[in-house]
């Protein structure tokens, strides 16, 4: 079955940065799209950002656009997101997805 496992958040300050990854394991993972999401507390779900198969083409959302860069290692059957500047409206739990599935999230936390 599709299994995705988040990792990388952590707490950090103001501008600082973070690199998440998320492992994927039950799927052709070189065949589909990933993204992330992520869920700020008391807030819904956001769409963050989207890498295509090949990893040649992605998109933001435009709260992230030029700080967030998402890539991806099909042999590794890896997605990553780097996160810079953070900022303190970034804290929230990070979530992978791909084929409708998402893990179980990592928590990220800006605060000085």
């Known amino acids: 079955q599709v299994q995705l496992v988040e990792s990388g958040g952590g707490l950090v300050q103001p501008g600082g940065s973070l690199r998440l990854s998320c492992a994927a394991s039950?799927?052709?993972?070189?065949?589909?799209?990933m993204y992330w999401l992520r869920q700020a507390p008391g807030k819904g779900l956001e769409w963050v950002s989207r890498?295509?198969?090949?990893?040649?083409?992605?998109i933001y959302a435009d709260s992230v656009k030029g700080r967030f860069t998402i890539s991806r290692d099909n042999a590794k059957k890896m997605v990553y997101l780097q996160m810079s500047s953070l900022k303190v409206e970034d804290t929230a739990v990070y979530y992978c997805?791909?084929?409708?599935?998402w893990g179980q999230g990592t928590q990220v936390t800006v605060s000085s």
């Open positions: 890498i295509s198969t090949g990893g040649g083409s992605t």
């Open positions: 039950g799927f052709t993972f070189s065949r589909y799209s």
């Open positions: 997805s791909g084929l409708g599935s």
